[in-house]
């Protein structure tokens, strides 16, 4: 169960929301996976800031 694929072009990431508590990053140089964010609660939606190389997870539910 996935959902909320961003794409850092700079850093060249993949990053998506797994189980609606994990982001997890997946660089297309290496091949490598990892989890950098765990343990957050019923996240729907990401962002990401390729100048400043980050990327943040919102709940998008409580909006309406």
Known sequence: ???G????WI??????IQAQSNIISYS???GTTEIIYS???KLTSLT???HNG???GF??????
Do not use: E, Q
């Open 1 to 3: 169960d996935f959902s």
């Open 5 to 8: 694929l961003i794409f850092d």
């Open 11 to 16: 850093a060249n990431l993949l990053g998506w």
């Open 28 to 30: 297309i140089n290496s």
């Open 39 to 41: 343990n957050l609660h």
């Open 48 to 50: 990401v800031d390729s």
């Open 54 to 56: 980050l990327v943040t």
């Open 59 to 64: 709940d998008l539910t409580k909006l309406s």
